[in-house]
């Protein structure tokens, strides 16, 4: 079953369309809920609550238009629910066993074995780095950057006009590079002297 037939099935009530719809897109709006609330165990709860509200608000969901970004759109709006309701998240926590690591994000070929560490620990990095951003930030950077969404994409689904979007962005690029630098800077200089 495709994507516009599961729509028309779940339109009708049949839970088959749901079905469809949550293994077409589960591992994404969970990659995206936990590199936003850095806890792959609250994510998979936000992400089974998006697709309660997906069932219940698909009667409102234009047939017409991509299922993708709206649904993105619920995605990001339930985490950012789960940070205002809960103050116990673990904005920070390091990478645990169990969870979703930034390499499930960011794909890379098989380079030499001392380019691989390199790699590797440059991701750990970025992974620190994104811990340290705003709730806001890390969504922002996350649909750009590592779903791919457009910046018209991104305008639509925070509901602001695209030049909004676009400073967003370039704040939340601006603020990532000055947690990079502050974190890193002091390893560079170790290292480079």
């Not at 009530?13 to 949550?22: F, H, P, R, T, Y």
């Not at 001392?114 to 590797?120: D, F, G, R, S, T």
Request: charged share 30%; aromatic share 8%; net charge negative.
């Amino acid at each position: 079953m495709d994507e516009k037939e599961a729509i028309h099935r779940l339109k009708r009530g049949d839970i088959k369309g749901l079905e469809c719809i949550v293994r077409l897109y589960q591992v994404e709006a969970i990659r995206a809920a936990n590199m936003i609330l850095r806890d792959a165990m609250r994510a998979e709860d936000v992400v089974q609550e998006v697709f309660l509200r997906v069932y219940k608000r698909i009667a409102t969901f234009d047939v017409n238009r991509p299922l993708r970004p709206w649904l993105m759109k619920i995605v990001v709006n339930e985490e950012y629910r789960a940070v205002a309701l809960s103050s116990d998240i673990p904005l920070h926590q390091t990478i645990g066993d169990g969870e979703i690591t930034i390499e499930d994000v960011v794909p890379s070929e098989e380079p030499l074995l001392a380019e691989a560490y390199e790699i590797q620990e440059m991701k750990h990095q970025l992974w620190d780095a994104l811990g340290k951003l705003s709730p806001e930030d890390r969504t922002l950077l996350t649909l750009r950057y590592f779903l791919a969404y457009s910046e018209q994409d991104v305008a639509d689904m925070l509901e602001c006009p695209l030049g909004t979007a676009k400073w967003r962005l370039y704040r939340a690029r601006n603020n990532l590079k000055n947690i990079w630098q502050s974190l890193y800077a002091l390893s560079e200089d170790i290292r480079g002297g």
